[in-house]
């Protein structure tokens, strides 16, 4: 039996986060950078397990009634699996239940499966940061709205 389900990350699950983001993402961050996460008050950093194994993780942050996903991360040997799509669901559910209105995030613009699954869930682009990554890809800037639901 399939076994999904969403933990908070602890200090001993970077290693696994750093390497599945190594090969997952085609914006790595560092080692330092997810602990720094670990110890910011504002941050959500979650991860997400199938049959005990983690898969994927999600780093978002909480100020007031307004979120911004920072990363999501599904291990490149789970992707296409709707592991993303899980994750983002039970995300945007919780964030509902703390009231939160409003959900931002930004994607580059070469990253199609993500911006395909943010749109299926209601994101929409207002805006755009040119050049903005390492290789010169522009990101896009996307907001949702979230209604209790």
């Known amino acids: 039996m ?3 389900y969403i933990r908070d990350c602890i200090k001993e699950n970077i290693d ?3 390497e599945i983001d190594k090969t ?3 914006y790595n961050w560092t080692k330092s950078m997810f602990l720094e996460e670990l110890e910011n008050k504002n941050s959500f950093f979650k991860i997400l397990y199938f049959n005990d194994v ?3 993780y999600i780093i978002y942050h909480v100020v007031i009634d307004e979120a ?3 990363n ?3 291990d490149n ?3 296409r699996q709707n592991f993303g799509k899980y994750l983002l669901e039970q995300t945007l559910n919780n964030l509902a239940k703390q009231n939160i209105k409003t959900v931002f ?3 580059g613009e070469k990253n199609v499966p993500a911006i395909n699954l943010y749109l299926k869930f209601g994101f929409e682009q207002y805006g755009i940061r040119k050049e903005y990554y390492k290789n010169k890809e522009h990101a896009l800037l996307m907001k949702k709205a979230i209604y209790n639901l």
Do not use: A, F, R
């Open 77 to 79: 040997k789970v992707k």
């Open 72 to 74: 999501i991360v599904i």
């Open 24 to 26: 997952g993402s085609s």
């Open 68 to 70: 911004e996903i920072l």
């Open 54 to 56: 983690i898969v994927g």
């Open 105 to 107: 995030l930004e994607v």
């Open 16 to 18: 696994t986060i750093y």
């Open 2 to 4: 399939e076994n999904k």
